[in-house]
Nanobody, 117 residues
Framework: QVQLVESGGGLVQAGGSLRLSCAASGNIFSIFAMGWYRQAPGKQRELVARITTAGTTNYADSVKGRFTISGDNAKNTVYLQMNNLKPEDTAVYYC???????????WGQGTQVTVSS
């Protein structure tokens, strides 16, 4: 079992910044990647950014150059620094931990990010 606790969402004006945090606990040694996904009303959940235990990162095209994912192994925490936020970034953001075997994925409870124009 892996537990993920997110924090850092909120309301911000367009052009502003937020930092999301996701603390992992439990059987963390089986995790090979962690990431952030988001889901806006009426839309499918989509990958925002991901980082592997080797430090490899990948981003959705829509956030490249604005968002940065990073990890602190000592704290078992992953961060998502979001700069120059846009109204279209408004969504519930979910932390994800990926494993090589079942159940393959764990999810956090989600944190709301709202960007006003």
């Amino acid at each position: 079992q892996v537990q993920l606790v997110e924090s850092g969402g909120g309301l911000v004006q367009a052009g502003g910044s937020l930092r999301l945090s996701c603390a992992a606990s439990g059987n963390i040694f089986s995790i090979f990647a962690m990431g952030w996904y988001r889901q806006a009303p009426g839309k499918q959940r989509e990958l925002v950014a991901r980082i592997t235990t080797a430090g490899t990162t990948n981003y959705a095209d829509s956030v490249k150059g604005r968002f940065t994912i990073s990890g602190d192994n000592a704290k078992n925490t992953v961060y998502l620094q979001m700069n120059n936020l846009k109204p279209e970034d408004t969504a519930v953001y979910y932390c994800n931990a990926a494993l090589p075997s079942r159940p393959y994925n764990y999810w956090g409870q989600g944190t709301q990010v709202t960007v006003s124009s």
